[in-house]
């Protein structure tokens, strides 16, 4: 089955003046940008909404619950990195999501952040420690995931007696989407991906067997019969799922689920 | 003005407090009846814990209350994961997260909560908890010492709001950051209430430099009331008080006591056994109650505080306990000894919320004059 998941923004439109003698019964803006990408995403048939992390934007993981609670059927993905909360804090927030959206909540771990970005968010690992610190997130969080009296010794987390309670609520772990084409990074793919997100110009013949390929697809202008043919080429190698980087993204939303999509009915069994 | 919170069940709600079973929400089995999800045609209904917390997050702040107190432990879902999840269910419900500091790093802490200050309009408080310690404590990931989790909050503390006004740069024991900010649009956001728990000395200490409020369980009213003398003098300024109240209600006090006494003919079967723990508040609530007798009234320890509510229900021990004029006159009395807010509580979340709304919010009187 072929995924298509929209990038949402995470920084709002500035607001527009409107002229004094114009009746302005505007709410506050509570987030309307990212809503209604999401909704459109919901709507207009995708399969997923990317919240990205934006050191210079909204939260990922705030935004994605309010989203989840938006919809029905679309996956969210949030993009974040380890340095945020101990894995097994992430854990439990996102089982709570879980519980809260069906099992709709996907995690897009960026490893290999900007150092001086890094610096600002806490962060001041280098190198291939990156890796092997995200390596034991993924570790620790799916330990406390599946079971009780979970156990954990290692160089950058511990836990002990750990295990999330059992819940009548669906609670799957989160699909886990990373991207990079070191040696680290594809290690790291083969080991804990779902799913591994390449830029448009990567060989989809590095992804680790049994980890689905994705690739980042920016929406350009233009006939939409030459998006549907670019989207064709990568499913020609072997690409399943798109993260569809948009240049306006409630527009594109829209025009991708109404008419990109459907001029591809032949080579996308669309779930 | 004093702020009137009433608390949100994390860990599920029961049907009534004398009746136990967890099957509103919650991690529990289906048990017949349950709902959030429930069984349809013996298939799960669709829905999740959050659909009924959205009903009593609507009823809360429809009957009177500011907001609730979301707490967090093990056994619950995660206060932040709810609150971005309820913000748009409600309009005007403060968010009263729980949380740790340790858990999350203090620069992705100020994100997250600039980020639902957008999203509610600035509807966010803390309630910063630094753990009772013991085995939750490695449960959850953490090897840092009790008095040194107090020394870590005060960092965290600190460098959150150097974030949340940056750039900030931070060298510290536990954390360190260069640059750290928040994006343009989330500056200005309004920085969130803290209410800050926590009944050691080392907490103690840490309350006189951060807290807004100084969150306490209900204990005895004198008990209380020395507790609050003591955060006084460790304070340059000393924070405003507020008070976690559980608090059962009815048209007589009769009424009342038959819900109590209902519960505990169930306790045989049911009765929980309360962990152990490092918490100093949880050991002051036993010595309050040791060497009472057997008998639930023998927990009163004075009119109408009830030291058995954790016999009943996850949770502290105090309560209150009779008819809505003595509940009333008894939050008169905590409004009178200094409390500046509470967080009341009551099982079912949802309908007590209305029945405390109703009958007992509008009896108040406030300090007397």
Redesign the interface.
């Known amino acids: 089955m072929t995924r298509f998941h929209i990038t949402v923004p995470t920084r709002a439109p500035e607001r527009v003046e409107l002229p004094e003698f114009v009746t302005d019964l505007r709410p506050p803006d509570r987030g309307t940008g990212h809503r209604l990408v999401g909704r459109a995403a919901e709507l207009a048939g995708l399969d997923g909404a990317l919240v990205p992390f934006d050191p210079g934007g909204l939260e990922s993981l705030v935004v994605a619950a309010g989203l989840l609670r938006d919809s029905r059927r679309i996956e969210v993905i949030a993009e974040f990195h380890p340095g945020i909360a101990t894995p097994v804090y992430a854990a439990k927030l996102s089982a709570s999501s879980q519980r809260y959206a069906g099992g709709r909540l996907g995690w897009r771990l960026v490893v290999d952040l900007d150092p001086a970005v890094a610096r600002a968010q806490g962060d001041f690992l280098t190198g291939a420690a990156r890796y092997a610190r995200a390596a034991e997130f993924l570790t620790v969080a799916r330990g406390v995931w599946d079971g009780s009296g979970f156990g954990f010794d290692g160089e950058y987390f511990q836990v002990l007696d750990g295990g999330l309670p059992a819940s009548r609520a669906p609670r799957p772990f989160p699909r886990v989407y990373l991207s990079g084409t070191s040696d680290e990074a594809l290690e790291l793919s083969a080991n804990h991906a779902d799913v591994h997100v390449l830029d448009p110009g990567d060989d989809p013949a590095l992804v680790p067997d049994g980890v689905a390929a994705a690739v980042r697809l920016p929406v350009r202008a233009g006939p939409d019969e030459q998006v549907a043919a670019e989207i064709r080429t990568h499913l020609d190698r072997g690409v399943t799922e798109f993260f569809l980087e948009p240049a306006a993204p409630l527009d594109d939303a829209y025009r991708i689920g109404q008419r990109v999509l459907p001029l591809l009915e032949q080579e996308v069994r669309h779930g | 003005m004093v702020d009137i919170y009433w608390r949100i069940a994390m860990e599920g709600d029961a049907p009534a407090l004398r009746l136990g079973d967890i099957t509103r929400g919650g991690?529990?089995?289906?048990l017949p009846g349950?709902l959030?999800?429930g069984l349809r045609a013996g298939a799960?209904d669709?829905y999740?814990?959050?659909d009924y917390m959205a009903e009593v997050a609507r009823s809360t702040e429809q009957a009177g209350f500011v907001g609730g107190l979301m707490p967090s432990f093990?056994?619950t879902?995660?206060p932040?994961?709810?609150a971005?999840?309820?913000?748009?269910?409600t309009s005007t419900y403060r968010f009263m997260i729980a949380f740790q500091p340790?858990?999350?790093?203090?620069?992705?802490a100020a994100?997250?909560s600039?980020?639902?200050q957008?999203?509610?309009?600035g509807r966010v408080v803390y309630n910063i908890i630094s753990g009772g310690g013991g085995?939750q404590q490695?449960?959850?990931?953490?090897?840092v010492d009790h008095d040194d989790r107090y020394a870590r909050t005060s960092e965290f503390l600190d460098?959150l709001k150097g974030v949340w006004h940056g750039p900030y740069d931070h060298e510290g024991r536990f954390?360190?950051?260069?640059?750290?900010?928040l994006?343009?649009?989330?500056r200005g956001q309004p920085f969130p209430e803290i209410y800050f728990s926590g009944s050691s000395p080392a907490a103690i200490a840490a309350a006189g430099r951060h807290a807004d409020y100084y969150l306490s369980w209900l204990e005895p009213f004198d008990a209380l009331s020395e507790k609050f003398d003591l955060v006084r003098r460790h304070s340059d300024t000393p924070p405003k008080f507020a008070v976690r109240v559980d608090v059962l209600a009815r048209e007589t006090e009769e009424q009342a006591w038959e819900e109590i006494e209902r519960g505990w003919e169930r306790l045989g079967e049911t009765e929980r056994t309360p962990e152990a723990s490092e918490s100093v508040g949880w050991r002051r609530g036993r010595e309050f109650t040791a060497g009472t007798g057997d008998s639930y009234r023998d927990l009163e320890v004075q009119p109408n505080v009830w030291g058995g509510f954790n016999r009943l229900r996850p949770g502290p021990l105090f309560g209150l306990v009779g008819d809505y004029h003595q509940v009333a006159a008894r939050l008169d009395e905590l409004i009178t000894l200094g409390v500046d807010a509470f967080i009341l509580a009551g099982v079912p979340h949802l309908e007590e919320a209305q029945r405390v709304g109703r009958n007992v919010l509008p009896l108040l009187k406030g300090k007397p004059s």
């Open positions: 991690f529990g089995p289906f349950s959030g999800p799960s669709g999740g814990p959050l093990p056994q879902d995660d932040w994961a709810a971005a999840a309820l913000a748009h269910d340790g858990f999350l790093h203090p620069v992705q994100r997250m600039a980020t639902l957008a999203a509610t309009g085995p490695l449960w959850w990931g953490d090897r460098v954390y360190r950051v260069e640059g750290g900010a994006p343009p649009e989330l």
